[in-house]
């Protein structure tokens, strides 16, 4: 009886009930259930997609021989609806190359330590861009109704059975989550009321570390299972139409992207597209005046720990990194009342962190001003994502 009941216990944690509760899901699947090659995978960023590391392996597994990928996390500028958006057209364009998308609104830097944790054994190259917004810093950090919309029992769990995550580094994962998990919104994650944040020896550790293995396991399994459920058919690699990444025609594209722009924005000064503009802002815009006159996102705030804590990620798992720094709307911030000067003071702090942990950084502080960067007051737009695109590309190309 004992030794049946390890058996199960054992086979309860075992990768193999992973892949099975995925395929599983998978026989099951949500109807209708889409239907895309394996290099239009790199830009389906479902919710239930994102909280696994299937769509990711599946990737690898399908994509055609010879073409790279670059893994690029971020939150809710993956969802301008700009046709410069990765997402749109990347992997249609570009013969050799894709650009591997993971983020939705809500997803910071925690979030995505979790998820680099989870998926690094598998990143090929081992490198990974984080796209960083200057909205994560507010000082109140995120909020557990945020984390529980994003967060992932299954990246979670990856994450603290890395065995090559350095124990302080599991242990402030483990603490920082329990900060922000909430037991009814986040079952299955590390919460203050189980004693994740008691003093932690490392017996102790090792301890919660099984614990949370096999308490965590039910809602894991179900999410790998609803992963499968809504994951699209897979009808082969794709092609490799397109031109190489080494021969992609930037400028005439940023032309492009300019005429759209223009098109996008004729209501407003601010550059923001006219239909957000219409539907955020017109209504409310003389109670906006100098709304921001108080705002300071250099000043404390959570998120620098928790981009801290990614970066010490990264380096305990040997992962390369390219941090690229988003800029405000200039035009909208000084009529919001957060003038430029202070906003510098949000970009040293970036740069600083970068220097700091001797990792790059795709700088786009100087394009405050420039029309068509932005698509709103705060997501990129037509030009700017054709900048961030070119760099990541060069990163994942650089030696």
């Known amino acids: 009886m004992g030794g049946a009941l390890v058996i199960g216990g054992l086979t309860l944690v075992s990768p193999l009930a992973d892949a099975a509760a995925f395929r599983v899901g998978g026989a099951n699947a949500a109807q209708p259930v889409p239907q895309m090659n394996a290099r239009d995978l790199t830009g389906y960023t479902d919710a239930a997609s994102m909280r696994t590391r299937d769509r990711y392996q599946t990737y690898l597994a399908s994509r055609p021989a010879g073409v790279n990928s670059i893994y690029v996390m971020g939150s809710s500028e993956l969802g301008s609806n700009v046709p410069q958006n990765p997402i749109s057209y ?7 190359t894709d650009l591997f998308m993971s983020g939705r609104g809500y997803v910071q830097s925690l979030p995505h330590a979790l998820e680099l944790a989870a998926i690094a054994d598998d990143l090929r190259p081992r490198k990974v861009v984080l796209i960083v917004s200057p909205q994560w810093f507010s000082p109140g950090g995120m909020s557990p109704q945020s984390f ?3 967060a992932s029992v299954t990246f979670t769990r990856d994450a603290l059975d890395n065995s090559r995550l350095q124990e302080s580094t599991r242990e402030a994962l483990t603490r920082r989550v329990a900060e922000l998990a909430d037991p009814e919104d986040s079952p299955g994650l590390p919460v203050a009321s189980s004693g994740a944040l008691a003093p932690l020896n490392p017996l102790r550790t090792s301890l ?18 609803s992963a499968g459920r809504h994951a699209p058919d897979i009808t082969g690699p794709g092609d490799t139409k397109g031109v190489p990444h080494d021969q992609i025609p930037w400028a005439a594209w940023q032309e492009q992207a300019a005429k759209d722009g223009q098109r996008a924005v004729t209501n407003n000064p601010y550059f923001i597209e006219d239909g957000y ?10 109670t906006l005046k100098d709304s921001m006159a108080t705002l300071d996102y250099a000043g404390p705030a959570p998120e620098y720990g928790d981009l801290e804590l990614f970066l010490q990620t990264a380096k305990d798992l040997d992962v390369q990194v390219l941090l690229v720094s988003v800029p405000m709307n200039g035009r909208w911030y000084d009529y919001a009342g957060y003038p430029a ?5 949000y970009y040293a702090k970036i740069r600083d962190i970068a220097h700091q942990w001797r990792v790059p950084v795709a700088d ?3 394009q405050e001003y420039t029309p068509y960067f932005l698509y709103d007051v705060m997501h990129l ?8 695109t070119r760099a990541c590309v060069e990163f994942g190309y650089r030696n």
């Open 364 to 366: 786009f502080s100087d």
């Open 148 to 150: 529980g919309e994003v």
């Open 277 to 286: 503009f219409t539907t955020y802002v017109a209504a409310k815009l003389p």
């Open 208 to 225: 919660h570390r099984v614990a949370y293995q096999f308490t965590s396991r039910p809602e894991d399994l179900q999410k790998r299972y």
């Open 341 to 345: 000067s202070r906003r510098a003071l």
């Open 90 to 96: 990347f992997s249609r364009s570009v013969s050799d």
């Open 381 to 388: 737009g037509w030009k700017g994502w054709l900048d961030v």
